[in-house]
Protein backbone atom coordinates (compact mmCIF):
# COMPACT_ATOMS: atom_id res chain seq x y z
CA UNK A 1 0.00 0.00 0.00
CA UNK A 2 0.73 4.09 -0.27
CA UNK A 3 1.51 3.93 3.66
CA UNK A 4 3.80 1.29 3.96
CA UNK A 5 5.42 1.85 1.27
CA UNK A 6 8.19 3.82 2.34
CA UNK A 7 11.02 4.67 -0.36
CA UNK A 8 7.83 5.75 -2.77
CA UNK A 9 6.78 7.95 0.40
CA UNK A 10 10.40 9.94 0.16
CA UNK A 11 10.48 10.00 -3.37
CA UNK A 12 7.60 12.13 -3.12
CA UNK A 13 7.47 13.91 -0.55
CA UNK A 14 8.75 17.14 -2.21
CA UNK A 15 6.87 16.70 -5.10
CA UNK A 16 3.26 17.06 -3.12
CA UNK A 17 4.78 19.49 -0.34
CA UNK A 18 5.43 22.05 -3.50
CA UNK A 19 2.44 21.00 -5.40
CA UNK A 20 -0.08 21.67 -2.26
CA UNK A 21 -1.25 17.99 -3.38
CA UNK A 22 -4.14 16.73 -0.52
CA UNK A 23 -3.85 13.96 1.88
CA UNK A 24 -6.63 12.17 -0.76
CA UNK A 25 -4.61 12.88 -3.79
CA UNK A 26 -1.66 10.97 -2.18
CA UNK A 27 -3.73 8.26 -1.98
CA UNK A 28 -5.39 8.51 -5.64
CA UNK A 29 -2.22 10.41 -7.65
CA UNK A 30 -4.21 9.51 -11.05
CA UNK A 31 -6.14 12.72 -9.74
CA UNK A 32 -2.91 14.98 -10.38
CA UNK A 33 -2.90 16.23 -13.93
CA UNK A 34 -0.45 19.18 -12.97
CA UNK A 35 3.46 19.39 -11.26
CA UNK A 36 5.06 22.78 -10.98
CA UNK A 37 7.76 23.63 -9.14
CA UNK A 38 10.38 26.56 -9.71
CA UNK A 39 13.50 26.80 -7.58
CA UNK A 40 12.70 23.40 -5.60
CA UNK A 41 16.33 22.15 -6.00
CA UNK A 42 14.19 18.86 -7.10
CA UNK A 43 17.38 17.36 -9.16
CA UNK A 44 15.20 13.62 -9.58
CA UNK A 45 12.54 13.25 -11.97
CA UNK A 46 11.62 9.15 -10.59
CA UNK A 47 8.72 10.31 -8.53
CA UNK A 48 6.79 11.20 -11.79
CA UNK A 49 6.15 7.50 -12.53
CA UNK A 50 3.34 7.82 -9.61
CA UNK A 51 1.00 9.85 -11.62
CA UNK A 52 -0.08 8.64 -14.47
CA UNK A 53 -2.75 11.06 -15.84
CA UNK A 54 -0.43 14.13 -15.68
CA UNK A 55 -1.02 16.55 -18.44
CA UNK A 56 1.83 19.19 -17.47
CA UNK A 57 4.73 19.02 -15.32
CA UNK A 58 7.08 22.47 -15.08
CA UNK A 59 9.86 22.03 -13.17
CA UNK A 60 12.44 25.10 -13.67
CA UNK A 61 15.44 26.04 -11.98
CA UNK A 62 15.57 22.33 -10.40
CA UNK A 63 19.49 21.27 -11.54
CA UNK A 64 17.68 18.56 -13.32
CA UNK A 65 20.47 16.37 -14.72
CA UNK A 66 18.26 13.49 -16.34
CA UNK A 67 14.64 13.41 -18.04
CA UNK A 68 13.43 10.26 -16.58
CA UNK A 69 10.13 8.66 -14.60
CA UNK A 70 8.02 9.38 -17.22
CA UNK A 71 7.22 6.05 -18.21
CA UNK A 72 3.49 5.90 -17.02
CA UNK A 73 2.80 9.80 -18.53
CA UNK A 74 1.23 8.51 -21.58
CA UNK A 75 -1.43 11.87 -21.12
CA UNK A 76 1.50 14.22 -21.11
CA UNK A 77 0.39 17.02 -22.91
CA UNK A 78 3.34 19.97 -21.74
CA UNK A 79 6.86 19.76 -20.47
CA UNK A 80 8.86 22.30 -19.28
CA UNK A 81 12.63 21.76 -18.00
CA UNK A 82 14.28 25.31 -18.76
CA UNK A 83 17.17 25.94 -16.85
CA UNK A 84 18.43 23.10 -15.83
CA UNK A 85 21.73 20.91 -16.37
CA UNK A 86 20.40 18.34 -18.67
CA UNK A 87 22.81 17.46 -21.36
CA UNK A 88 20.64 14.61 -23.61
CA UNK A 89 17.22 14.42 -25.18
CA UNK A 90 15.67 11.07 -23.63
CA UNK A 91 13.25 9.25 -21.71
CA UNK A 92 9.98 10.57 -23.59
CA UNK A 93 9.37 7.69 -25.37
CA UNK A 94 6.24 6.75 -23.39
CA UNK A 95 4.93 10.62 -24.23
CA UNK A 96 3.01 10.19 -27.40
CA UNK A 97 0.69 13.05 -26.63
CA UNK A 98 3.41 15.42 -25.67
CA UNK A 99 2.57 18.61 -27.79
CA UNK A 100 4.77 21.18 -25.95
CA UNK A 101 8.26 20.83 -25.18
CA UNK A 102 10.50 23.13 -23.65
CA UNK A 103 14.27 22.70 -22.84
CA UNK A 104 15.72 26.25 -23.00
CA UNK A 105 18.92 26.75 -20.99
CA UNK A 106 20.51 23.50 -20.11
CA UNK A 107 23.44 21.93 -21.78
CA UNK A 108 22.26 19.65 -24.77
CA UNK A 109 25.08 19.07 -27.10
CA UNK A 110 22.60 17.16 -29.70
CA UNK A 111 18.63 16.04 -30.30
CA UNK A 112 19.85 12.16 -31.18
CA UNK A 113 16.76 10.25 -30.99
CA UNK A 114 15.63 11.76 -28.30
CA UNK A 115 12.14 12.73 -30.52
CA UNK A 116 11.64 9.23 -31.64
CA UNK A 117 7.90 9.15 -31.43
CA UNK A 118 6.73 12.33 -30.45
CA UNK A 119 4.55 12.59 -33.68
CA UNK A 120 1.84 15.32 -31.50
CA UNK A 121 4.98 17.70 -30.72
CA UNK A 122 4.17 20.97 -31.81
CA UNK A 123 6.22 23.27 -30.05
CA UNK A 124 10.03 22.78 -29.04
CA UNK A 125 12.20 25.23 -28.00
CA UNK A 126 15.65 24.38 -27.24
CA UNK A 127 17.06 28.16 -26.56
CA UNK A 128 20.43 28.78 -25.03
CA UNK A 129 21.69 25.41 -25.32
CA UNK A 130 25.22 23.84 -27.16
CA UNK A 131 23.62 22.19 -30.24
CA UNK A 132 25.77 22.16 -33.18
CA UNK A 133 23.03 20.95 -35.49
CA UNK A 134 19.84 20.22 -35.72
CA UNK A 135 19.90 16.81 -36.57
CA UNK A 136 17.00 14.69 -35.78
CA UNK A 137 14.91 17.11 -35.36
CA UNK A 138 13.24 15.41 -38.23
CA UNK A 139 11.92 12.67 -35.76
CA UNK A 140 9.31 15.65 -34.89
CA UNK A 141 7.25 16.18 -38.23
CA UNK A 142 4.51 17.94 -37.20
CA UNK A 143 6.62 20.68 -34.95
CA UNK A 144 4.84 24.50 -36.25
CA UNK A 145 6.93 26.15 -33.64
CA UNK A 146 10.94 25.60 -33.34
CA UNK A 147 13.27 28.18 -31.49
CA UNK A 148 16.80 26.80 -31.52
CA UNK A 149 18.20 30.39 -30.53
CA UNK A 150 21.77 31.22 -28.93
CA UNK A 151 23.22 27.78 -30.24
CA UNK A 152 26.31 26.70 -31.91
CA UNK A 153 24.34 26.25 -34.98
CA UNK A 154 26.90 27.00 -38.58
CA UNK A 155 23.92 25.90 -41.12
CA UNK A 156 20.32 24.52 -41.08
CA UNK A 157 20.91 23.43 -44.80
CA UNK A 158 18.72 19.88 -44.82
CA UNK A 159 17.69 20.39 -41.33
CA UNK A 160 13.92 20.45 -41.65
CA UNK A 161 13.41 17.97 -44.79
CA UNK A 162 10.36 16.11 -42.82
CA UNK A 163 9.34 19.31 -40.69
CA UNK A 164 7.37 20.87 -43.24
CA UNK A 165 4.35 22.32 -40.98
CA UNK A 166 6.83 24.93 -39.39
CA UNK A 167 5.32 27.98 -39.40
CA UNK A 168 7.94 30.00 -36.59
CA UNK A 169 11.26 29.64 -36.79
CA UNK A 170 13.92 31.54 -34.25
CA UNK A 171 17.50 30.82 -34.96
CA UNK A 172 18.69 34.24 -33.18
CA UNK A 173 22.27 34.31 -32.30
CA UNK A 174 23.78 31.29 -34.04
CA UNK A 175 26.67 31.53 -36.53
CA UNK A 176 24.25 31.73 -39.85
CA UNK A 177 26.39 33.73 -41.87
CA UNK A 178 25.52 32.88 -45.70
CA UNK A 179 22.15 33.27 -47.59
CA UNK A 180 22.13 29.72 -48.95
CA UNK A 181 20.21 29.72 -45.47
CA UNK A 182 17.60 31.82 -46.34
CA UNK A 183 17.33 29.52 -49.85
CA UNK A 184 17.30 26.53 -48.06
CA UNK A 185 14.67 27.93 -45.91
CA UNK A 186 12.29 28.84 -48.75
CA UNK A 187 10.91 25.49 -49.01
CA UNK A 188 8.92 25.62 -45.48
CA UNK A 189 5.79 26.88 -47.29
CA UNK A 190 3.92 27.55 -44.15
CA UNK A 191 7.15 29.52 -42.48
CA UNK A 192 5.10 32.63 -41.59
CA UNK A 193 7.60 34.39 -38.76
CA UNK A 194 11.54 34.17 -38.87
CA UNK A 195 14.18 35.23 -36.79
CA UNK A 196 17.52 35.78 -37.40
CA UNK A 197 17.73 38.36 -35.17
CA UNK A 198 15.87 38.84 -31.85
CA UNK A 199 16.48 41.63 -29.33
CA UNK A 200 15.65 38.97 -26.66
CA UNK A 201 18.49 36.78 -27.51
CA UNK A 202 21.19 38.32 -30.33
CA UNK A 203 21.86 37.87 -34.17
CA UNK A 204 23.56 35.98 -36.68
CA UNK A 205 26.40 36.92 -39.01
CA UNK A 206 23.54 36.49 -41.97
CA UNK A 207 21.84 39.90 -40.53
CA UNK A 208 25.42 41.91 -41.29
CA UNK A 209 25.03 40.94 -45.30
CA UNK A 210 24.34 43.91 -47.85
CA UNK A 211 20.47 43.48 -48.40
CA UNK A 212 19.95 40.76 -45.96
CA UNK A 213 16.26 41.43 -45.03
CA UNK A 214 15.52 42.85 -48.77
CA UNK A 215 16.98 39.15 -50.17
CA UNK A 216 14.73 37.26 -46.88
CA UNK A 217 11.61 38.94 -47.83
CA UNK A 218 11.84 38.40 -51.65
CA UNK A 219 13.09 34.47 -51.17
CA UNK A 220 10.19 33.83 -48.14
CA UNK A 221 7.09 35.56 -49.49
CA UNK A 222 4.89 33.68 -46.78
CA UNK A 223 6.77 35.46 -44.20
CA UNK A 224 4.26 37.64 -42.17
CA UNK A 225 7.06 38.47 -39.49
CA UNK A 226 10.70 38.78 -39.65
CA UNK A 227 13.08 39.36 -37.04
CA UNK A 228 10.16 40.15 -34.57
CA UNK A 229 8.68 42.83 -37.02
CA UNK A 230 5.92 42.74 -38.74
CA UNK A 231 5.96 42.60 -42.73
CA UNK A 232 4.19 45.23 -44.14
CA UNK A 233 3.37 45.59 -47.40
Same mark, same amino acid.
Given at each position: ??? *???????????? /?????????? !??????????????????????????? *???? !????? %??? +????? $????????? $??? =???????????????????????? *??? %??????? +??????? +? /????????????????????????????? /???? @? %????? =??????????????? @???????? @?? /? @???????????????????? $?? =???????????????????? +???
Amino acid at each position: SWD *NDRDRKEALSQL /LASNGIREED !IKNPERVTCIEMVLDEYCCMRGFRYFP *NLKT !ICLIQ %QAV +VKIEG $LEACCNLEK $LIL =NENKIMKVEGLTACANLRQLYLCT *NAI %QDLGVGL +VGLSALE +V /LWVAENSLADLEGIGMAPNLTDLNAARNK /LSSV @S %QAFER =NVKLRSLNLSDNSLC @SFREVLYL @SR /L @SALTELNFSDPDWGENPICM $LC =NYQTYALYHLPTLKVLDRLR +VTA
